[in-house]
């Protein structure tokens, strides 16, 4: 699978089906993986916090979740490449996993989020089995209410968790389970609360344009203006100085993930 490095965070050229497929093999072998899908926002995070970075670039499989990620990887040199979208792939992979009979589990969000998003998610995939769901409190947890969680899912035997707690604290979240936990662990940001239909998600020809970022703007305007309006400018800033410099030192670092 093809890579680059946006912002020093490597991020995957793949499509729904390649990870997707990857999702299925690697959780028919329970294996601990991480995936998340990443937008513009998570790289600027990660460009002003190496932490993060590091976390990162720890994953399994890093998507390209906006389209300005999608441009980005296109100018990086890579011929075709697709936007693999946290609530789409969400979807998809719960079609998989309907299919093939393989247990989920949903952790983040509300209690009220999360019975209207597994409801809508069944209705659409009656077969698929949900072993595991919770809403964590809002405040840290403890040390012992931590370990619980651990291993409540991995009594339930779910072997994909989606992890709806917003970035950067769902890819922290994995990450301190990444190699322990026997799950494919999916950080897919805002997909809880679309698939729940409890937020409007921008039309599809807004998304094609790259114009999603405006419509949850005016959607939230007190909760997102900082990231769209500040965000949006520094990473066009940062990846443009970005693609200068590599005009300069031919060609772009190229990561490679464990497959």
Not at 2 to 11: I, K, T
Not at 76 to 85: D, E
Not at 158 to 181: E, M, N, T, Y
Not at 192 to 219: I, Y
Request: aromatic share 10%; net charge positive; hydrophobic share 45%.
């Amino acid at each position: 699978m093809e890579s680059r490095a946006v912002l020093g965070v490597g991020v995957n050229a793949t499509d729904y089906p390649e990870a997707t497929d990857l999702v299925r093999r690697w959780a028919e072998r329970h294996e601990s993986r991480f995936v998340t899908a990443a937008a513009a926002y998570n790289l600027v995070m990660a460009h002003d916090d190496t932490a993060y970075r590091d976390v990162l670039n720890r994953a399994d499989l890093v998507t390209p979740d906006g389209v300005p990620l999608v441009w980005t990887l296109r100018a990086l040199g890579v011929a075709h490449p697709s936007r693999v979208y946290g609530p789409d792939l969400t979807w998809k992979v719960c079609e998989m996993a309907a299919q093939q009979g393989i247990p989920v589990g949903f952790y983040g969000s509300t209690d009220a989020v999360l019975g209207k998003l597994i409801d809508n998610v069944k209705a659409r995939h009656p077969q698929l089995d949900v072993v595991y769901r919770y809403a964590p409190p809002f405040r840290p947890l403890s040390l012992v209410e931590e370990v619980e969680v651990d291993r409540a899912i991995e009594e339930s035997g779910a072997a994909i968790v989606f992890v709806g707690l917003g970035a950067p604290k769902q890819d922290r979240w994995i990450a301190l389970r990444h190699g322990s936990l026997p799950a494919v662990m999916l950080a897919v940001g805002a997909a809880f609360d679309f698939l729940a239909g409890t937020k409007p998600q921008a039309p599809r020809l807004l998304q094609r344009v790259g114009l999603e970022w405006f419509f949850r703007l005016v959607s939230e305007p007190k909760r997102l203006w900082r990231r769209y309006l500040v965000g949006n400018p520094r990473f066009t800033w940062y990846v443009g100085s970005q693609l200068l410099r590599r005009r300069r030192s031919y060609p772009a670092p190229t990561f490679r993930r464990r497959s």
